[in-house]
């Protein structure tokens, strides 16, 4: 087999002395889905800010495309090609929802690609079209969330991270966004998606870990995770 | 209106202007990275020091010592950045204000070692001598003072909203972190930052020192009105420092003609405490 695109071995994320992430290890083959499955508190959106060179990795490999990214810092890691859809969005609520995409494509080498990058957002996220000139800070929460992930999208993005795409929004507004992702894999982007709600995702997703306490703790194929007992046990915290 | 009071308002907007463009500096850095920089009255003085060394040593008018003073006082911003903002900005309030305060006397000290203690001046005649237009009599200094001073800050305005390196700029104001996750990298934004806002002041500098008198401490007196031009605008808004320059060149023409010019500067702090205690956020700074 060769080489996932994406490789975790025993990730470790200290914020001062707490432990943010114990021991995480995870393999993202290029062009699949995988969820990262867990509780408030697993250690998902640590994970994520890890790989994306938002939270310091304290020990372990970060290995992407062949190289270790652990270390290097946020802006590099992007221009590498991951892009991460943050939790709490972090838009540039003072801008408009152009100029935000247009952040977006800041690691873009080929700026020749914008104007088809920017007209594939806006084909996913027609919404995001009628709302152009807004700023974003005055958008819905749903809106906010499907400016977040275009404005990942617009750096061609080798691999995306979504943290919680669901979190906060209606269900029919999560059922839209669930529908850009599958759209998204069929046309083979590579995603690594955290998230709260496991059937959502394990609809989603190829693949799938489920974190406890900072730790990877099951994985296995979307499909035989989904009925399995233990999944549930763990989400419940009941041993 | 009588011909005298348009002669006086219109002295007013011309000052106003030059005071939008060394204010202009400071909101900016204020803006983009929350750093009070209290050595700013200072670099103005180091542009009109400049302008000075470009007269006396190659005999440049504006014409020379406006680009030298811009390119010279950048200089300078950036470098104060890299060795001493970068490592403070990471330290308490305090820490920001001594620290900026201290590169103040620095400038200040340096400048009275370099240039003596005595006051200089440019001739008056440099940039052409005054002429009348509808009655009314304008300097050319003064003029020219005032559209290089607006056409500058509005090119630091358009910089900002309207261009690609102006958004990020703004991104990594809002949200350094969320900036980096698009590949900016913030250091470079804010040193940017610290070379506009130079490149402004020390155009600002050239400027005023066609008609105001050069000494190491010009500065102290220009930082006070630099600092209530910034609050009274709003800190952070160029178009803010534009209309709080305006109206306090004017305001102090105005005061210095029909009341007396004595009571000028009484006027304007009032109006400006009236105007902090009922929107403290300044005319056009968000609340």
Known sequence: MSEPLLKIEHLEVKYGDLIGVADVSLEVPKGSVVALLGSNGAGKTTTLNAIAGIARVSAGKVTFAGENLAGQPAYAIVRKGIALSPEGWRLFAQQSVESNLMLGATPLADRKQIPRLIDHVYTVFPRLAERRAQRAGTMSGGERQMLAVGRALMSAPQLLLLDEPSLGLAPAIVDTMYDCFAALHKEGQTILLAEQSVDLALEAADHAYVLQVGRTVLEGPAKTMAGNSDVQRIYLGVE | ?287
């Open chain 2, 1 to 287: 209106m009588s011909m005298t009071l348009v002669q006086v308002v219109i002295g007013g907007l011309l000052l106003g202007a030059v005071y939008a463009l060394f204010s202009s500096g400071l909101t900016l850095i204020w803006g983009m990275m929350n750093v009070v920089n209290f050595a700013h009255g200072d670099f103005v003085m180091l542009g009109m020091y400049t302008a000075v060394v470009i007269w006396t040593s190659l005999g440049g008018g504006p014409w020379a010592s406006v680009p030298a003073a811009a390119i010279v006082i950048a200089t300078l911003g950036v470098i104060s950045y890299f060795f001493l903002v970068r490592h403070i900005m990471k330290g308490p309030m305090l820490a920001q204000i001594l620290g900026t305060f201290g590169l103040a006397l620095f400038l200040r000290y340096g400048a009275l070692w370099a240039f003596g203690a005595n006051f200089k001046s440019l001739p008056d005649n440099l940039v052409g001598h005054s002429f009348v237009l509808g009655g009314i009599r304008f300097e050319g200094s003064r003029v020219l003072a005032a559209v290089v001073g607006l056409g500058v800050t509005f090119a630091l305005h358009l910089i900002l909203t309207r261009t690609q390196i102006g958004s990020r700029m703004l991104a990594v104001s809002e949200n350094a972190t969320a900036a980096q996750l698009m590949g900016i990298r913030p250091q470079r934004m804010q040193a940017l930052a610290w070379a506009m806002a130079g490149a402004a002041t020390g155009i600002a500098g050239a400027l005023i020192a066609l008609f105001l008198p050069i000494s190491p401490t010009a500065g102290e007196t220009l930082a006070i009105v630099a600092f209530v031009t910034v609050s009274l605008g709003g800190f952070g808004s160029v178009t803010g420092a534009l209309v709080a320059g305006l109206l306090i060149g004017v305001v102090e023409s105005l005061t210095a003609y029909l009341v007396g010019p004595i009571y000028k500067e009484v006027i304007v702090y009032t109006l400006f405490v009236l105007v902090l205690w009922f929107r403290p956020q300044g005319l056009m700074g968000k609340a």
